[in-house]
């Protein structure tokens, strides 16, 4: 296990309250955790729980209602947008690159390094896109639009753009929904990957409860009734029966995962049908 | 994978240049005195004082000069607003700006503003009227914090009719004087015999071709979105904000010279797009070459097919121009 001791923290959220500001509605409140060096902390809960809405904030598109977000111990509305953009990568959901190839999409990444009155990308700027296009498996796909590509493919080429912007921080706000088991294994594989040997601090939004307790060190599911973190820590002690039926509201049974001895979660047809017509 | 990318950026421009070339001194040949080819550099150096030296230097050359500061201009403004509004239909005309800067002009002729401030009276009203567009197209746009393309175009060509409409009732309360020079600027040509206009129109589209190379990698970034350029560091308020106004500039200074010439910020970045790309590095300089040598071909064409009577130069880009947008609205990738 690795340590995370307090100096390896990357991402500290302090008391967080955010929404967007036109409906003045906090959507989320008093939200408290820390990422560290090297560690995968996945975000959980409902449909419009606001697990985006977190994303967002902490990726500064969304100003927060109050309390603050530290970035390395700095506070992240105190630090510019280009040195931001060079410590933290957001891959949202939905990728739109109008006419751009592959691998001018991918070389955008590197935007936060260029100089002013940069005009051309160096040699190390084209080096790391050709090392996240093979890291990535897309390396065939370099010239073709970006918008000619399948859905997974995109998702694993934003990923490709995220990483070659060197973030400690990197943010994804569920990288997996709508893709089959190969890509979804592909793309959590790559990104434990990262984790694991750059260092990267990762924060992932995902849907699938199994998913995120394979691969996450960390969960924080959050509960949309109170509008606040309801349990967060390691896989073993969020994933439960009572806190998942008190988030979920649906009954699930939970057996160890034979091989990773994570917990896992099964849904069950229900039994006991009532008659439509009584 | 650098060195081949400006080896073909580099051989992109110098047959842009060379186009350029042979279109500027086939605008110089061609017309109803016919200046043989070979003849030209002769009259120009040694022939002072004879009539084919006048017709080059007081009526071709400055053609010549305009039609690439306007052409280059109005296609530049057209990549530059596709660039910001991800949408390869939007240019000047069908945005309505070019109608803006004219009710501008109109405006000016109408109360005799250039009487009492000056030839400049007319690049700022034209600047004026663009960039009010701009403002108003653009505001109208957002629904909800995002730019609906759908309602762009349409609020575009509306505020095009409205904006012609008012010209129309401008033209109607008008003294004869005023009417034939309205009516005389609106048919659009690239006809200029004023030095200081002639004068600003080139200075200010070297000036916004080089601010705009200085926002390329934004461009290229707001291909990505607001949101997603914005994480790259990008300020995409400031960075709209200048472009916008360099667009009306381009626009409203094109407008006041030449009268409204349609669809050229549409034909060529979306030809220049399928020829060498999106990246606005590159795409930014060669739309206006390619914009530049354009409108000189079409001039030509204008000058000629009706000889010895001359037709509008937009009644070319016009009918050329509507055809390509009907082909552009086809195209899988573009979506309202």
């Not at chain 1, 509008?227 to 509201?249: F, H, M, S, W």
């Not at chain 2, 709209?240 to 349609?262: P, R």
Request: with cysteine; net charge positive; hydrophobic share 45%.
């Amino acid at each position: 296990m690795r340590e995370t001791t307090p100096n390896k923290t990357i991402l500290e959220v302090k008391n967080l309250s955010c929404g967007y500001s036109k409906t003045n509605i906090s959507i989320l409140q008093n939200i408290d955790f820390t990422v560290s060096k090297g560690e995968m902390v996945s975000i959980l809960g409902t449909n419009g729980s606001g697990k985006t809405t977190l994303l967002k904030t902490i990726s500064s598109i969304i100003s927060p209602a109050k309390g603050k977000i530290l970035l390395q111990g700095e506070e992240i509305k105190n630090i510019s947008l280009k040195e931001r953009s060079t410590k933290t990568a957001v891959v949202m959901q939905f990728q739109n690159a109008a006419y751009m190839t592959v691998e001018e999409y991918i070389l955008l990444g590197r935007l936060p390094y260029f100089k002013k009155f940069q005009f051309f990308e160096t040699q190390k700027d084209i080096d790391l896109v050709h090392k996240y296009l093979e890291l990535t498996n897309t390396m065939e796909l370099k010239d073709v639009p970006f918008n000619e590509i399948s859905g997974g493919e995109k998702q694993l080429v934003s990923i490709a753009r995220a990483l070659v912007q060197e973030p400690v921080l990197l943010l994804l706000d569920e990288p997996t929904s709508h893709l089959d088991i190969s890509h979804q294994a592909q793309i959590l594989n790559l990104i434990n990957q990262m984790k694991e040997q750059l260092g990267i601090a990762v924060l992932i939004v995902l849907h699938d409860i199994n998913l995120a307790s394979e691969y996450s060190d960390t969960l924080i599911l959050i509960n949309k009734g109170t509008r606040t973190i309801q349990a967060k820590g390691k896989p073993e002690d969020v994933i439960t029966e009572k806190l998942i039926k008190k988030v979920y509201n649906t009954d699930v049974y939970i057996k160890e995962n034979p091989i990773s001895s994570k917990p896992c979660v099964f849904l069950s047809k229900k039994e006991n049908i009532v008659p439509m017509n009584q | 994978m650098l060195d081949k990318k400006i080896r073909q950026w580099i051989l992109t421009l110098i047959i842009l240049v060379i186009i350029l070339i042979i279109a500027s001194l086939s605008g110089l040949a061609i017309g109803s005195t016919k200046i043989p080819l070979t003849d030209i550099i002769d009259i120009l150096l040694n022939g002072k004082g004879t009539a084919e030296y006048s017709i080059l230097m007081g009526i071709r050359l400055p053609r010549i000069i305009i039609a690439i500061a306007i052409g280059g201009s109005l296609s530049l403004a057209g990549t530059l607003l596709q660039g910001m509004f991800r949408n390869p239909l939007v240019e000047p005309y069908t945005l309505g700006i070019s109608g803006g800067a004219s009710l501008g002009v109109c405006l000016t002729i109408v109360f005799s503003l250039h009487t009492k401030i000056g030839i400049m009276a007319y690049p700022i009203s034209g600047f004026a009227g663009a960039g009010l567009v701009i403002f108003m197209v653009y505001t109208l746009s957002i629904r909800g914090g995002a730019l609906k393309p759908n309602t762009m175009l349409l609020t575009g060509v509306m505020i095009s009719f409205v904006a012609s409409s008012l010209v129309m009732l401008l033209m109607a309360i008008s003294k004869s004087d005023d009417l034939h020079n309205i009516v005389f600027w609106i048919m659009g040509s690239l006809d200029e015999p004023n030095i200081t206009l002639i004068k600003i129109v080139c200075y200010g589209s070297m000036a916004g071709l080089v601010i705009s190379l200085f926002h390329c990698h934004n461009l290229n970034a707001l291909a990505l979105g607001d949101e997603q350029a914005a994480l790259l560091g990008v300020d995409t308020a400031k960075t709209k904000k200048i472009l916008f106004i360099i667009a009306s500039l381009l626009t409203g200074l094109s407008v006041s010279v030449a009268g409204i010439i349609m669809f050229v910020g549409l034909i060529i970045p979306h030809f220049m797009r399928m020829v060498i790309g999106s990246d606005h590095r590159i795409l930014i300089i060669s739309s206006f070459l390619g914009g530049a040598s354009f409108l000189i071909m079409c001039d030509i064409f204008a000058r000629t097919v009706i000889s010895p009577l001359e037709l509008p130069v937009g009644v070319i880009t016009g009918i050329i121009g509507g055809i390509v947008f009907i082909y552009i609205l086809g195209q899988k990738q573009v979506r309202l």
